[in-house]
Every structure is written in C-alpha cells, then in structure tokens.
C-alpha cells in the first residue's frame, strides 16, 4: 500500500511568488492534515479536513495561506505571496483512526 | 504557550540499555497521548499510544506510561537498539478532537 505522497518534494522559490503543495492521501483515509515544522515552533497543525470539509484551519498563519480539497484523493496547501519567514517543512498526514494519523515525506520550502 | 514540552532536546544511551524519554503537558483536557518517531528526510511516523484511562501501555520494546496527577508521560525502549536513533515526538489530544499537539521532539541516538 502507498503511503501518504506529496510533492514536490524540495522548493525554492523567490520571495512574492506562488507556491503549491500537494497531497494525496491513503486510500480510505477520510480525515486530511496539513502541518508546517520549524525550529522555532516544531510541528504546527495547520488545516483540517474531515470529509473533504475543512474543520479546523486556526493554524493558518494568515491570509497568504489557503488550502483545498477537491476530493478524497487530492489536496493543495497554497501560499501566495510567499516570504522568506515560510521556509519551512511542510507535511501532510491522514487517517482514518481518530488520532493515529500517518505523514508524507514533507516538502521542504525555501523562499529567498 | 506550549501545551506539551520534552524539555530535553537530546539522549544518547548505549545498545541494550533502556532510553527513557520524558514528555510533561499542561491542559488537563488532553485524554489520549501518542509518541511518532522521525527519521531524517521522512514524516513522522505513529509508534505507540495510551488513553488516560490507563497509565501503561506496552507493544513489545515500547512501553509508555502516564501519570495523570503529574500530567507526564514517558517512553521506555528496552531493550535500545542502533535502529531506534531518531527524534521522538510526543503528541496529545483531547475528546473526540483529531487535533494533534505536538512537543519539539528528542532526539535519541543509540550507540553500538
């Protein structure tokens, strides 16, 4: 079975550019999470979805960060503008279980 | 405010020795506590769990306890491995919530 994928997997964009992450879940997976890892802060839930609905998104930093879910197979985690302050580990995690959720690779942001 | 600190940012133990990791929380709504471990360039991945129901639970060289009163749980790994050297992230939630709070992690290094 595959686990969480996303993509890509390393960024780096210049500061003010539109930057798009993606994810797919398992297969099943009813529930989507969205988390952002920094030395400062660590692991941050950022969004969430049950159902393809977002539930929870009070971890989103600010306006410039939007997500979506089209379908039970797809998400995006899009900023734009992006600045320096984004770069960062972005991962993605699912699950069916209430709790145990299981992370993609991450992404690894840099926004010079 | 951070609600789940592992106030140690490193362990190092010798193979075959027991590694005790240590994780205090602060919100008293928080009923179900689970510990990831992560590997460079990989997302976290699920290790073990405990609901406050119970203060010990065990799946083979992992046992984690919970003391309530205290509002501190631990990991023990016996016996360690060169195998378990990641960072251990301890997570908590409460209620029916899917929402994860994460500590800043350890990271545990096993030597041969």
């Known amino acids: 079975d595959a686990g969480v994928i996303q993509s890509p997997r390393h960024e780096v964009t210049e500061m003010g550019q539109e930057v798009t992450l993606r994810c797919k879940p398992i297969s099943g997976h009813n529930s989507l999470f969205w988390y952002r890892q920094t030395m400062m802060r660590g692991l941050e839930l950022l969004i969430y979805?049950?159902?393809?609905?977002?539930?929870?998104d009070s971890g989103m930093p600010e306006d410039r960060f939007s997500a979506k879910m089209p379908n039970a197979s797809f998400s995006t985690l899009k900023i734009q503008p992006s600045e320096p302050r984004d770069s960062a580990v972005y991962f993605c995690?699912?699950?069916?279980?209430?709790?145990?959720?299981?992370f993609g690779p991450g992404t690894r942001l840099t926004v010079t | 405010d951070q609600q789940v600190k592992q106030n140690s940012p490193s362990l190092s133990v010798q193979e075959g020795r027991i590694s005790i990791l240590n994780c205090d929380y602060t919100?008293?709504?928080?009923?179900?506590f689970l510990w990831y471990k992560k590997y460079p360039a990989e997302g976290p991945t699920f290790l073990i769990s405990i609901s406050s129901i119970k203060d010990k639970n065990e799946d083979g060289r992992f046992t984690v306890f919970l003391n309530k009163s205290a509002k501190h749980l631990s990991l023990h790994i016996v016996p360690s491995q060169p195998g378990d050297s990641a960072v251990y992230f301890c997570?908590?939630?409460?209620?029916?919530?899917?929402?994860?709070?994460f500590g800043k992690g350890t990271l545990l290094t096993v030597n041969p």
């Open positions: 995690a699912s699950s069916r279980v209430a709790h145990e959720q299981y």
């Open positions: 979805f049950n159902n393809n609905v977002p539930i929870d």
């Open positions: 997570a908590a939630t409460g209620g029916s919530n899917y929402k994860l709070t």
């Open positions: 919100n008293s709504m928080f009923d179900y």
